[in-house]
């Protein structure tokens, strides 16, 4: 599925974004569980995992159609953009909600960080349709 991208040009990368994955040998083929990232405001927490190597779920191309993209964040939840109706919805649908749960895909880095993101380890798979 072809990835929706924040659709302006972001200023430089200033925005310090660690990872934490579960289950690091399915998302990016490796061992490695803590991925530093630097990012840009404006981007999306999705967009800037997968442009870094980070290989999170997103069945529907990232317009909030489905959970795939489920994330715990860790740190920085005020350095994000807030959840709207439509992804409180569907994330609710995600196996494993905590109170720190958001959809990676609609979370817009609007603060300078840093931002901590859990990539948990089954996230796999809970595809709903999507429309056309
Ligand atoms: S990729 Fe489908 S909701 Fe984020």
């Avoid at 929706?4 to 994955?21: A, I, K, M, Q």
Wanted: aromatic share 4%; charged share 25%.
């Amino acid at each position: 599925m072809h990835l929706r991208h924040s659709d302006h040009d972001h200023g430089p990368e200033t925005v310090p974004v660690t990872f934490l994955l579960e289950d690091p040998e399915g998302l990016t083929g490796t061992e490695k569980t803590e991925w530093n990232m630097m990012a840009a405001k404006g981007e999306h927490l999705l967009e800037v995992a997968v442009e870094g190597g980070v290989n999170i779920e997103h069945a529907c191309g990232g317009v909030c159609a489905c959970s795939t993209c489920h994330v715990y964040i860790e740190k920085g939840m005020e350095h994000l953009s807030e959840s709207h109706e439509a992804e409180e919805d569907r994330v609710e649908e995600a196996p494993g909600l905590q109170r720190n749960s958001r959809l990676s895909c609609q979370c817009t880095i609007t603060g300078d960080g840093p931002i901590v993101v859990r990539v948990p380890a089954w996230n796999r798979n809970a595809v709903k349709e999507v429309p056309h």
